[in-house]
C-alpha cells in the first residue's frame, strides 16, 4: 500500500486536458487532507447508529463550545459575531440559477457541449454545473463534464460553432411558444450567466483515482478539477469562482470544506475567500447548526439553497428508529407542510442575520422540475403551478430560485423581473432560536394521505430512477408508469435526490407499519390497513411489469433485460432490508456498469452484509 494518488489506467493519456500537471500538483497538495474526510464520514455513521439504537433526536449545539476546526463559538456564530464574505457582484442578482450537467451520458464533445450551450444561452443568472446529483458517473462523465465546461469557458472554436446552432434552435422553440425569440445577439448571450459548479459530496469517492489503496474524495476531486482549469479565464472575464457544496451535515464539516479552499488558494497563490460557495440545506442536522456553517465558511460563504427531496430524505434517514414518524404521500411534502415549512423559516432567518459588519447573506429558492412539454392543458396547468411556486418564494424571502430545464427560465424569471430587486438579503425577519419547540417543529408531522396511489408513485418513480442511473442519466424526465401516454401530465426532472426520498419513505411505510389512509379497490386494501412487505412485494412486480410493457421513449427497450433488472433488486433489498442503508446512491455506484444480474445480486448483498456489520460503507469503484 502506497500513500500515492493511482489514475485509473489510461485517464491520464486520455485526459490531458483535464489532468494537466498544475491539476495534478494540486492534487497532490490536497491529497493528506483525504484522511480528514475519513475520519469525518466516519464520525457520521458513528452519531447515526448512536441515535438509532438511543432513539436520540439531534440536539443544538452547546453555545459555549466552539464549532470544530475554527476558534468560532457556538454562540458568537449564533449572532453574527464573524466576518461574513462580501457578495461579488455577478451574484449580487440571481433570480434564476439553472442546473444541470456539462455532458450526457456516452457522447462525444460536440454533443455533450451542447449542454453548456442550453446553459449559457438560457438567460438564466446563473448555472450550477452539475458534478453530483444530476451528473451519470458511468464510463468518464465525470471528466467529460469537465473537459466540456473547460472548453466553453476558453470559447473554443468548437463551442462557438455548437453554440450558434443551439441558439437557432432555442429562438425555434421560443417563438412557437412565447411567440418571440429569447436570444438577440448568442455571443454576448454566452457572458449573461455567472457559472457555477456543484461539487460532489463528502460522502462519495472518485471513480478515477484511488489513495493509499482505497477511495479518494470525488470532493477534492472536483474542487481542483474546476477552479485549477479555470480559475484565470473566469477571472480574467471579470467573473466570481463560485462553488455549490452538498450534503454537508455539521459546522464540522463546513469547516473541513473552508480548509480545502484555503488550501488550493494558498497553492494557487490566490488571496483567502477568493473562491465563493453557497451550501444546499438537504440534510436536516444543518437546520441544527445554519449560523455555525456560515461561520465556520467564512470568507467563502455566500449563501444557503433550500432543496426540497434531499431534505425531506434526510428527515427520514434521521428519524427512522422512531416508529410514530411516518411520512405521508409524497406529493404532501412541499414545503409549506409541517417540518419543511420550519426548516425554510429558519434557513431565511438564518440569511438574514447581519455578521458584525452588518452583512447578510443571500437564499436561493428550491428547484422547480417541470418542463413545458406536454398537451396545451398540461402544460399551461403545470406552468401557473410554476410560477405560483416561485411567486410563494420570493413572497418568502428568496432572491432567486433553482430550475431544472433551460425551457423553464424565461418562465419563472418574470415573477422577480417583477418585484424588480436584486436581492432581499437583509429583510427583517425574527431571530433564530434554539428552544426545544425549534428543534420539534424540525420534526413536525401534519395529518395527509398516504394511500396505494401514493406508493405505486414511490416505486415507479424510484425503479425508473434507479433505471436511468444505470444508464448514465442521472437526471431524467420521470413520471409513474400509470401516466405514460397521458401528456396532460408532464415529465418532471429528476435527479437523485428523488430516489433517495422514495427509497427512505417506502422503508418507513413497511419497518413502521404505516397506516394507509384511502381503501383501494384494485387491491383489496381498505383504510387503517397496514402497508406490509407482501403489500409491497405485489405492487413491486406490477410497477415493474408495467416498465418492462412501457414504449421505448419511457423507459429504453435496451435497458429491460439489463439494468432495469437491477435498479429492481435495490429497491427489493433497500426496503426489505432492517437496516436502512444510509445512501441510494451507495448501492447504484458499487452497482454501475454491470448489466449481470446476478454479479449486481452478489455486489448489493456484499454492501448491506458490511455496512450491518460495522457501518462501513463501500463506496470505492469496484472496476478500478
Same mark, same amino acid.
Given at each position: 500500500?502506497?500513500?500515492?494518488?493511482? %489514475?485509473?489506467?489510461?485517464?491520464?493519456?486520455? @485526459? +490531458?486536458?483535464?489532468?494537466?500537471?498544475?491539476?495534478?500538483?494540486?492534487?497532490?497538495?490536497?491529497?493528506?487532507?483525504?484522511?480528514?474526510?475519513?475520519?469525518?464520514?466516519?464520525?457520521?455513521?458513528?452519531?447515526?447508529?448512536?441515535?438509532?439504537?438511543?432513539?436520540?433526536? &439531534?440536539?443544538?449545539?452547546?453555545?459555549?463550545?466552539?464549532?470544530?476546526?475554527?476558534?468560532?463559538?457556538?454562540?458568537?456564530?449564533?449572532?453574527?459575531? %464573524?466576518?461574513?464574505?462580501?457578495?461579488? +457582484?455577478?451574484?449580487?442578482?440571481?433570480?434564476?440559477?439553472?442546473?444541470?450537467?456539462?455532458?450526457?451520458?456516452?457522447?462525444?464533445?460536440?454533443?455533450?457541449?451542447?449542454?453548456?450551450?442550453?446553459?449559457?444561452?438560457?438567460?438564466?443568472?446563473?448555472?450550477?454545473?452539475?458534478?453530483?446529483?444530476?451528473?451519470?458517473?458511468?464510463?468518464?462523465?465525470?471528466?467529460?463534464?469537465?473537459?466540456?465546461?473547460?472548453?466553453?469557458?476558453?470559447?473554443?472554436?468548437?463551442?462557438?460553432?455548437?453554440?450558434?446552432?443551439?441558439?437557432?434552435?432555442?429562438?425555434?422553440?421560443?417563438?412557437?411558444?412565447?411567440?418571440?425569440? &429569447?436570444?438577440?445577439?448568442?455571443?454576448?448571450?454566452?457572458?449573461?450567466?455567472?457559472?457555477?459548479?456543484?461539487?460532489?459530496?463528502?460522502?462519495?469517492?472518485?471513480?478515477?483515482?484511488?489513495?493509499?489503496?482505497?477511495?479518494?474524495?470525488?470532493?477534492?476531486?472536483?474542487?481542483?478539477? %474546476?477552479?485549477?482549469?479555470?480559475?484565470?479565464?473566469?477571472?480574467?472575464?471579470?467573473?466570481?469562482?463560485?462553488?455549490?457544496?452538498?450534503?454537508?451535515?455539521?459546522?464540522?464539516?463546513?469547516?473541513?470544506?473552508?480548509?480545502?479552499?484555503?488550501?488550493?488558494?494558498?497553492?494557487?497563490?490566490?488571496?483567502?475567500?477568493?473562491?465563493?460557495?453557497?451550501?444546499?440545506?438537504?440534510?436536516?442536522?444543518?437546520?441544527?447548526?445554519?449560523?455555525?456553517?456560515?461561520?465556520?465558511?467564512?470568507?467563502?460563504?455566500?449563501? %444557503?439553497?433550500?432543496?426540497?427531496?434531499?431534505?425531506?430524505?434526510?428527515?427520514?434517514?434521521?428519524?427512522?428508529?422512531?416508529?410514530?414518524?411516518?411520512? +405521508?404521500?409524497?406529493?404532501?411534502?412541499?414545503?409549506?407542510?409541517?417540518?419543511?415549512?420550519?426548516?425554510?423559516?429558519?434557513?431565511?432567518?438564518?440569511?438574514?442575520?447581519?455578521?458584525?459588519?452588518?452583512?447578510?447573506?443571500?437564499?436561493?429558492?428550491?428547484?422547480?422540475?417541470?418542463?413545458?412539454?406536454?398537451?396545451?392543458?398540461?402544460?399551461?396547468?403545470?406552468?401557473?403551478?410554476?410560477?405560483?411556486?416561485? *411567486?410563494?418564494?420570493?413572497? *418568502?424571502?428568496?432572491?432567486?430560485?433553482?430550475?431544472?430545464?433551460w425551457k423553464m427560465v424565461h418562465i419563472v424569471r418574470p415573477v422577480w423581473?417583477?418585484?424588480?430587486?436584486?436581492?432581499?438579503?437583509?429583510?427583517?425577519?425574527?431571530?433564530?432560536?434554539?428552544?426545544?419547540?425549534?428543534?420539534?417543529?424540525?420534526?413536525?408531522?401534519?395529518?395527509?394521505?398516504?394511500?396505494?396511489?401514493?406508493?405505486?408513485?414511490?416505486?415507479?418513480?424510484?425503479?425508473? @430512477?434507479?433505471?436511468?442511473?444505470?444508464?448514465?442519466?442521472?437526471?431524467?424526465?420521470?413520471?409513474?408508469?400509470?401516466?405514460?401516454?397521458?401528456?396532460?401530465?408532464?415529465?418532471?426532472?429528476?435527479?437523485?435526490a428523488t430516489g433517495e426520498i422514495r427509497m427512505s419513505i417506502l422503508w *418507513?411505510?413497511?419497518?413502521?407499519?404505516?397506516?394507509?389512509?384511502?381503501?383501494?379497490?384494485?387491491?383489496?386494501?381498505a383504510a387503517g390497513d397496514a402497508f406490509t412487505l407482501p403489500l409491497f412485494?405485489?405492487?413491486?412486480?406490477?410497477?415493474?411489469?408495467?416498465?418492462?410493457?412501457?414504449?421505448?421513449?419511457?423507459?429504453?427497450?435496451?435497458?429491460?433485460?439489463?439494468?432495469?433488472? &437491477?435498479?429492481?433488486?435495490?429497491?427489493?433489498?433497500?426496503?426489505?432490508?432492517?437496516?436502512?442503508?444510509?445512501?441510494?446512491?451507495?448501492?447504484?455506484?458499487?452497482?454501475?456498469?454491470?448489466?449481470?444480474?446476478?454479479?449486481?445480486?452478489?455486489?448489493?448483498?456484499?454492501?448491506?452484509?458490511?455496512?450491518?456489520?460495522?457501518?462501513?460503507? &463501500?463506496?470505492?469503484?469496484?472496476?478500478?
Amino acid at each position: 500500500m502506497t500513500d500515492a494518488l493511482e %489514475f485509473r489506467r489510461g485517464i491520464l493519456t486520455t @485526459y +490531458p486536458d483535464v489532468y494537466t500537471p498544475e491539476v495534478l500538483r494540486a492534487l497532490e497538495v490536497l491529497a493528506p487532507l483525504d484522511q480528514r474526510r475519513r475520519e469525518l464520514m466516519a464520525q457520521r455513521t458513528a452519531r447515526r447508529k448512536r441515535r438509532h439504537e438511543r432513539f436520540e433526536r &439531534i440536539g443544538f449545539l452547546d453555545p459555549a463550545s466552539l464549532i470544530p476546526g475554527t476558534q468560532i463559538t457556538v454562540a458568537d456564530a449564533r449572532v453574527g459575531n %464573524f466576518d461574513g464574505a462580501v457578495i461579488p +457582484p455577478d451574484l449580487q442578482r440571481q433570480w434564476i440559477q439553472g442546473t444541470g450537467p456539462a455532458t450526457k451520458p456516452r457522447s462525444d464533445v460536440r454533443s455533450g457541449i451542447r449542454n453548456v450551450a442550453y446553459a449559457l444561452l438560457s438567460g438564466a443568472d446563473g448555472w450550477m454545473f452539475d458534478g453530483e446529483d444530476a451528473l451519470g458517473q458511468v464510463d468518464t462523465m465525470s471528466l467529460d463534464n469537465h473537459r466540456n465546461l473547460k472548453l466553453a469557458l476558453a470559447r473554443d472554436p468548437l463551442f462557438l460553432e455548437v453554440a450558434e446552432e443551439v441558439a437557432d434552435e432555442m429562438n425555434r422553440w421560443a417563438e412557437g411558444f412565447f411567440g418571440h425569440p &429569447i436570444i438577440a445577439d448568442w455571443r454576448r448571450q454566452l457572458d449573461f450567466t455567472t457559472v457555477l459548479y456543484r461539487c460532489r459530496g463528502l460522502h462519495l469517492d472518485d471513480r478515477h483515482l484511488r489513495l493509499g489503496g482505497h477511495g479518494f474524495s470525488a470532493s477534492i476531486s472536483d474542487l481542483v478539477l %474546476f477552479i485549477v482549469n479555470n480559475h484565470r479565464k473566469l477571472q480574467a472575464a471579470g467573473r466570481s469562482l463560485v462553488l455549490y457544496l452538498p450534503k454537508l451535515q455539521t459546522a464540522e464539516e463546513a469547516a473541513y470544506w473552508n480548509s480545502l479552499l484555503l488550501a488550493l488558494q494558498d497553492h494557487l497563490g490566490l488571496p483567502a475567500g477568493t473562491i465563493k460557495c453557497y451550501v444546499l440545506v438537504e440534510q436536516i442536522e444543518q437546520c441544527f447548526q445554519l449560523m455555525e456553517i456560515r461561520a465556520a465558511l467564512s470568507p467563502h460563504f455566500v449563501g %444557503f439553497n433550500t432543496g426540497r427531496w434531499d431534505y425531506i430524505n434526510s428527515v427520514s434517514d434521521a428519524m427512522a428508529w422512531d416508529q410514530a414518524f411516518v411520512n +405521508p404521500n409524497i406529493q404532501s411534502i412541499t414545503m409549506t407542510y409541517g417540518y419543511m415549512r420550519t426548516y425554510e423559516d429558519r434557513v431565511r432567518r438564518a440569511m438574514n442575520t447581519p455578521d458584525r459588519h452588518g452583512r447578510c447573506a443571500l437564499w436561493q429558492g428550491g428547484m422547480e422540475p417541470n418542463i413545458p412539454v406536454g398537451s396545451e392543458a398540461g402544460v399551461s396547468a403545470s406552468m401557473k403551478k410554476a410560477v405560483a411556486g416561485a *411567486e410563494r418564494e420570493q413572497r *418568502e424571502g428568496a432572491s432567486g430560485k433553482w430550475v431544472a430545464h433551460w425551457k423553464m427560465v424565461h418562465i419563472v424569471r418574470p415573477v422577480w423581473e417583477k418585484a424588480g430587486q436584486a436581492n432581499q438579503m437583509g429583510r427583517a425577519f425574527p431571530a433564530l432560536t434554539y428552544t426545544a419547540e425549534d428543534a420539534a417543529g424540525l420534526t413536525q408531522l401534519e395529518p395527509a394521505p398516504r394511500t396505494i396511489e401514493g406508493a405505486r408513485d414511490l416505486l415507479s418513480v424510484a425503479l425508473q @430512477y434507479g433505471n436511468a442511473f444505470l444508464r448514465g442519466f442521472q437526471a431524467a424526465a420521470l413520471k409513474p408508469a400509470d401516466f405514460f401516454g397521458n401528456d396532460d401530465v408532464l415529465y418532471l426532472m429528476e435527479d437523485m435526490a428523488t430516489g433517495e426520498i422514495r427509497m427512505s419513505i417506502l422503508w *418507513e411505510w413497511i419497518h413502521k407499519g404505516a397506516v394507509l389512509t384511502e381503501a383501494d379497490p384494485a387491491t383489496g386494501c381498505a383504510a387503517g390497513d397496514a402497508f406490509t412487505l407482501p403489500l409491497f412485494s405485489r405492487l413491486l412486480e406490477e410497477e415493474y411489469a408495467k416498465l418492462r410493457r412501457a414504449r421505448n421513449k419511457d423507459v429504453h427497450d435496451d435497458s429491460k433485460d439489463t439494468t432495469l433488472p &437491477i435498479a429492481k433488486a435495490i429497491v427489493r433489498t433497500y426496503v426489505q432490508s432492517d437496516v436502512k442503508p444510509p445512501w441510494y446512491v451507495d448501492l447504484l455506484n458499487i452497482d454501475l456498469g454491470l448489466d449481470d444480474l446476478s454479479s449486481a445480486e452478489a455486489r448489493i448483498a456484499r454492501f448491506l452484509e458490511t455496512f450491518k456489520k460495522d457501518g462501513t460503507r &463501500i463506496t470505492e469503484n469496484l472496476d478500478f
